[in-house]
């Protein structure tokens, strides 16, 4: 059930288990060398597994510019506003300069950008969730009015909302569909739960989420 992964080669070996197809990197995971060498394991098994970066790791490939170069349309990227900004630093840049004549540049913009430069699905969380696949295909997954959710701004949610995506992939689903579904599930959950949530809430949600849908 459960196998350590020293450094680099150890999750090489790890991967060589051909029932692995996705794979989840960052949460809780640093930035140093041994991190970086993890991503670039990773990145390599192109073709073979499909691959979340969320937290550290968005920093990694920020740090990288190899590592970044050899992202692919398997990967999902899955950044808040502090991250992106450290990804697309330009992009981000251009999305908060003040407007002085329409049309106005927007997060779908930002994100569509994001997603052809990297060459893989960008998920621009937040309220307004953006996702972008390289073609240009763009989706919104809106927490507002009656679907308003606030309390998912707490601790480790985005790293359950990577989670939910990396099962999505490996039960088959495309890079933007997981990253679609997954935003959907993640705020469904938190509002079957309410106020008080914290991140360690929500994938106890998803069997009465599933229930509500007749899964």
């Known amino acids: 059930m459960l196998r350590g992964v020293a450094d680099g080669a150890g999750l090489a070996g790890v991967l060589d288990?051909?029932?692995?197809?996705?794979?989840?990197?960052?949460p809780g995971m640093g930035t140093g060398d041994r991190e970086a060498g993890l991503v670039g394991?990773?990145?390599?098994?192109?073709?073979?597994?499909r691959l979340v970066l969320d937290a550290?790791?968005?920093?990694?490939?920020?740090?990288?510019?190899?590592?970044?170069?050899?992202?692919?349309?398997?990967?999902?990227?899955?950044?808040?506003?502090?991250?992106?900004?450290?990804?697309?630093?330009?992009?981000?840049?251009?999305?908060?300069?003040?407007?002085?004549?329409?049309?106005?540049y927007s997060k779908v913009d930002a994100t569509r950008e994001a997603a052809k430069r990297a060459g893989c699905v960008v998920l621009y969380k937040g309220p307004d969730t953006?996702?972008?696949?390289?073609?240009?295909?763009?989706?919104?997954?809106?927490?507002?009015?009656?679907?308003?959710?606030?309390?998912l701004a707490t601790a480790g949610s985005g790293d359950v909302l990577a989670g939910f995506i990396t099962g999505l992939l490996a039960r088959g689903f495309s890079p933007f569909d997981a990253a679609c579904t997954g935003a959907w599930l993640h705020?469904?959950?938190a509002l079957s739960f309410g106020p008080g949530l914290i991140a360690e809430d929500l994938p106890e949600e998803l069997p009465k989420v599933f229930r509500a849908l007749g899964l």
């Open 130 to 151: 953006v996702i972008a696949e390289p073609s240009g295909r763009c989706a919104i997954n809106s927490a507002h009015y009656d679907r308003a959710a606030p309390w």
């Open 17 to 26: 288990d051909g029932r692995i197809t996705a794979l989840c990197l960052g």
């Open 56 to 104: 550290d790791a968005l920093t990694i490939l920020s740090l990288h510019p190899d590592l970044f170069a050899a992202l692919h349309e398997g990967c999902v990227l899955t950044p808040h506003a502090g991250e992106f900004a450290r990804l697309f630093p330009d992009i981000a840049e251009k999305l908060s300069a003040p407007a002085t004549k329409g049309p106005a």
């Open 41 to 49: 394991v990773a990145l390599g098994s192109r073709g073979s597994t």
């Open 187 to 189: 705020v469904e959950c």
